[in-house]
């Protein structure tokens, strides 16, 4: 991967993202991995992508073999218990109105969730999500890019979600501001209610401990694994997470193995159309044909 100019930022191009959701994805335990991650990006993608009013929709497909110092330990803030993923989603909507002509059709997408989902759980974010720094040029990733790239979950020491969400921020602008990290996405979801289950799929699990209620997360990207560890065990770090055992009560790290973008600014990509491994070797083989007007039109429509 060859470096990249850490004075680009294109942060900016997220903002467009009024309310967002994530949703964490847990397999069923008797999918196999590749069989579940090969419907989940297309059959399941693309199947989303078309839901209308949709603005936003990438899969973070997470990897649970990868080398296990993904994110310091801090004395007193202990990993999640029983906390295994296999991946995070955004769904996002320039609008209110947006969001519920979604809502209104989306019961043909809960309806697919039970042939390879255990568990999902929609954390809410009525106000968007905020991206404070992204150098990485790409706005459309479908893939493993090479970067290296993890989702920190977060869950609050006390009841003051106001002040949890005030030094989650506080930290991710400090880590926004250093070389070493490409990217900062922050989320800081509402306090997910049991009583009140999302996604409404049936016969998925959509319930979490009282540990997991209260949460946010992090979503980071360096140039390598070497880069991020030189920097978590660096002083930068340590100055950063001053006050983090006051506010968090646990932390778990995910490792990300391919990020994968279905819509975009209210945009099909091409995986959105065609699937993500369809869309691989349309763009492998350069078959420029068949990211033209008229092949998109007729396979989004079945006119030509």
């Known amino acids: 991967m060859p470096k990249i100019s850490i004075d680009q930022d294109y942060a900016a191009r997220d903002a467009s993202i009024a309310i967002n959701s994530y949703t964490t994805v847990l397999r069923r335990p008797r999918v196999p991995h590749e069989l579940f991650a090969t419907y989940w990006r297309d059959v399941h993608g693309p199947l989303c992508s078309r839901i209308p009013g949709l603005a936003w929709y990438v899969q973070n497909h997470f990897d649970r073999e990868q080398d296990a110092h993904l994110w310091p330990n801090v004395e007193g803030v202990t990993p999640f218990p029983d906390y295994e993923l296999d991946g995070g989603v955004e769904i996002g909507f320039d609008s209110a109105e947006d969001q519920?002509?979604?809502?209104?059709?989306?019961?043909?997408?809960?309806?697919?969730?039970?042939?390879?989902?255990?568990?999902?759980?929609?954390?809410?974010?009525?106000?968007?999500?905020?991206?404070?720094?992204?150098?990485?040029?790409?706005?459309?990733?479908?893939?493993?890019?090479?970067?290296?790239?993890?989702?920190?979950?977060?869950?609050?020491?006390?009841?003051?979600?106001?002040?949890?969400?005030?030094?989650?921020?506080?930290?991710?602008?400090?880590?926004?501001?250093e070389p070493a990290v490409l990217k900062v996405r922050l989320h800081l979801p509402e306090r997910y209610d049991n009583a009140d289950p999302a996604p409404p799929a049936p016969n998925v699990n959509h319930l979490v401990p009282p540990e997991r209620s209260a949460i946010g997360i992090l979503e980071l990207a360096f140039e390598t694994p070497l880069t991020r560890r030189a920097f978590l065990e660096g002083d930068a770090f340590a100055a950063a997470a001053q006050g983090l055992l006051q506010h968090v009560r646990h932390s778990t790290a995910f490792a990300v193995s391919g990020v994968y973008t279905y819509v975009r600014d209210k945009t099909l990509t091409l995986a959105g159309l065609r699937g993500s491994r369809p869309a691989q070797l349309i763009e492998r083989l350069g078959a420029n044909n068949q990211a033209a007007d008229d092949v998109r039109q007729l396979i989004h429509t079945g006119k030509m």
Do not use: C, K, W
């Not at 974010?125 to 920190?152: M, Q």
């Open 100 to 177: 519920a002509v979604f809502n209104e059709a989306s019961h043909i997408l809960f309806a697919d969730e039970q042939n390879m989902f255990e568990g999902t759980v929609a954390y809410a974010l009525p106000e968007g999500s905020r991206t404070l720094v992204d150098r990485i040029p790409d706005a459309i990733p479908n893939a493993d890019d090479g970067f290296d790239r993890i989702h920190v979950h977060l869950g609050a020491a006390g009841d003051d979600m106001d002040a949890f969400g005030a030094f989650l921020t506080g930290f991710a602008e400090t880590l926004a501001a």
